[in-house]
């Protein structure tokens, strides 16, 4: 079977937008901040909570939520993660302006769907919008879940299946290419956090529109966060002056107050690491993973 995206073209297209990138970003930025704010539940001393030893910032970026943590948590071994490594490098710049000789993330060049780390080894997993590039969400949730201690929080946000609709059906009537991403729907997406055997996942969304003069420019600013077609199916040649012409015609009758409008839906979710033993459903088929030690073994007399 033919994966949705090309991880190769993913990783270009980031690596290409890593020093504008932040020029760009606004709706990342305050995705994550909204994102963030739910850390503050881990500080209530009601819970007795010890502060995280390890944190995962998976699709880190430019770094600024993994730097906000590392200052969150000076203690705390922050790994900044990203498939990017000139994101990284934009990472360790922008920690690079903190306090002489306080601790700063460390960066980790390695791809979400296979984490180069132990079991149970992560007190908070974070990952803002870098989901939406995963075609088998129970499979990365999986690795998700592998990783995270017992009873440790995964903070997660993606772009919903509303994202960007407008475009999508303005180019669907130029040509029958596809050139926007397939999005998730909120109940896929825990339906896939439920799958994995994550405790109490509690969803929430937010819709963002963003307007803009014209489609050339909507599609400059794509570029720039390294958000292109990245679809294994997409067309390899340029989007010809015609078919472009027809998907910038067909978006004409979305314009309101003068601008054109483009729709962000994002999901956000957390949960919480289960306890050893709990099941993970693979393939409609629930896998428990038991340590050889917890077997009883009887012996002949």
């Not at 939520?65 to 490098?89: F, H």
Request: neutral net charge; proline residues 7%.
């Amino acid at each position: 079977m033919t994966d949705t995206f090309d991880h190769r073209q993913v990783r270009r297209a980031f690596s290409r937008a890593a020093h504008g990138y932040d020029d760009a970003a606004a709706l990342q930025r305050e995705v994550a901040s909204r994102l963030m704010e739910q850390l503050d539940y881990l500080d209530d001393p009601a819970l007795d909570r010890a502060p995280p030893q390890v944190v995962l910032d998976i699709g880190c970026g430019p770094g600024h939520a993994s730097v906000a943590m590392q200052k969150r948590w000076p203690k705390a071994q922050v790994l900044a993660l990203d498939l990017a490594l000139p994101m990284l490098r934009e990472t360790r710049h922008n920690a690079g302006g903190w306090r002489p000789f306080a601790r700063r993330p460390d960066a980790l060049c390695a791809d979400a769907r296979a984490l180069p780390l132990r079991d149970a080894s992560v007190d908070i997993l974070f990952s803002n919008l870098c989901l939406q590039w995963v075609e088998d969400l129970p499979a990365v949730f999986a690795g998700f879940r592998r990783v995270l201690k017992p009873d440790g929080l995964l903070l997660v946000s993606t772009f919903g299946l509303d994202t960007l609709h407008e475009l999508r059906g303005a180019f669907a009537q130029a040509d029958n290419a596809p050139h926007v991403s397939p999005f998730v729907s909120i109940a896929q997406f825990g339906d896939a956090l439920i799958a994995a055997g994550f405790k109490n996942p509690v969803l929430d969304r937010d819709e963002f529109v963003m307007g803009h003069d014209d489609l050339p420019g909507l599609m400059r600013e794509l570029r720039t966060l390294g958000a292109t077609n990245a679809m294994s199916e997409r067309r390899r040649s340029l989007t010809g002056r015609a078919r472009f012409a027809r998907a910038a015609d067909a978006y004409e009758p979305w314009r309101r107050d003068g601008r054109l409008p483009a729709t962000w839906e994002v999901i956000y979710a957390h949960a919480w690491g289960p306890q050893p033993g709990q099941p993970i459903r693979v393939g409609g088929v629930d896998e428990v993973h038991v340590p050889v030690s917890g077997i009883r073994i009887r012996k002949r007399p």
